[in-house]
């Protein structure tokens, strides 16, 4: 019987061992991760929680950096706006010295060879490519939205539908603006320009000052189209405040399901390394062989 006791506190000796050293290295697993979860056994219910938000997480940072993405493309908009408007007051500012009596038809000629300048500026704005995306073309941003046909007339080849991407789980906003819709549907940008530039060419003053009209249409209907881009800068900029508060009480609330109390888990771990050198001493002494154990 007493061989027979002797192999059972044994066997008890080596699983309470065991188990301290399992306790030991877990808890200086948490403290070297910084994690109180490492296997959903640990706590499952948090585990479960844990799990939950980490999803969340990574579905807010994936809007996050749509928004960013976002911002950057209609930011980059924003500035090519302000080149057009230049472009247009220029535009302005040759025909009216177009309409001046004191020009000639040589000086006219001039002006127009400085509106073909202008038109071609206007062009290169309409084709401008950011991050690798025409940002006139609609939805189909890796094609050209404008070239020019034979006779010189400029043509939209981009889509009439906006490029759109998701910055929430149930908002979605057009990153560009249709090229149709900006140059050629309300005013024709282009056409407008070169109208003025036909008159000037042609030394016909009265015709330059009939089409001045058509260049104030031009600088309002740039106007409201930067207009209505702002808006749904402000609009992008109001969803990024609302995901990135989000992500803050994600995080936190993820913080506490899974992240260790420094202090507890030390203090955790000097008592399971006391515990556990303990229980080796003990064991030392139980499982020292004996002369009876040969015999």
Same mark, same amino acid.
């Given at each position: 019987?007493t061989?027979v ?6 066997r008890?000796?080596?699983l309470?061992n065991?188990?301290?050293?399992a306790?030991?290295?877990?808890l200086q697993?948490?403290l ?6 490492q296997?959903m056994?640990? %706590?499952?219910?948090?585990g479960r929680?844990?799990?939950?938000f980490?999803v ?6 994936r ?9 950057s493309?209609?930011?980059?908009t924003?500035?090519?706006f ?7 007051d220029?535009?302005?500012?040759l025909a009216?010295r ?7 038809a ?10 073909d ?5 206007m062009?290169?704005?309409?084709n ?14 890796l ?6 046909d034979? %006779?010189g007339?400029?043509?939209?080849q981009?889509?009439? %539908?906006?490029f759109?991407v998701?910055?929430s789980?149930?908002?979605?906003v ?8 900006l140059?050629k549907q309300?005013?024709?940008v282009?056409a ?7 008159a000037?060419?042609?030394n016909d003053?009265q015709?330059?000052?009939?089409l001045?009209d ?5 600088q309002?209907h ?5 207009g209505?881009?702002?808006s749904?800068?402000?609009r992008?900029?109001?969803?990024r405040?609302q995901i ?5 009480n ?7 399901e899974?992240?260790v109390d420094l ?11 006391t515990?556990?050198e ?5 064991g030392?002494?139980v499982?020292r ?5 040969f015999?």
């Open positions: 019987m061989r006791a002797n192999i059972s506190l044994s008890n000796v080596l309470s065991q188990r301290n050293l306790d030991t290295a877990r697993q948490q070297a991760s910084g994690k109180r979860i296997n056994s640990d %706590d499952p219910i948090s929680r844990a799990l939950i980490r969340q997480h990574f579905e807010l940072g809007y996050q950096e749509n928004i960013a993405k976002t911002l493309f209609q930011q980059s924003d500035t090519v302000s080149r057009m408007t230049e472009i247009a220029e535009a302005k500012s009216l177009g309409v001046n009596a004191s020009e000639d040589q000086s006219r000629a001039v002006l127009a060879r400085s509106m300048g202008l038109l071609d500026r062009m290169d704005l309409g401008t490519v950011h991050d690798g995306r025409y940002i006139f073309s609609g939805a189909a941003v094609t050209q939205p404008f070239v020019r034979a %006779d007339a400029v043509r939209y981009g889509d009439l %539908d906006d759109e998701s910055i789980q149930t908002t979605r057009a990153v560009n603006l249709n090229g149709h819709a140059f309300e005013v024709d282009f407008a320009i070169s109208r003025i530039r036909e000037l060419d042609d003053p015709r330059v000052e009939e001045l058509d260049l104030d249409a031009l309002r740039l106007s409201g189209k930067q209505e881009l702002g749904r800068i402000q992008v900029e109001l969803t405040s990135d508060f989000a992500l803050v994600i995080s936190e609330l993820l913080s506490i899974e992240d202090a507890e888990t030390i203090s955790k771990l000097q008592v399971a390394e515990t556990l303990a229980g080796l001493n003990a030392a002494r499982l062989p004996t002369l009876l154990d015999l």
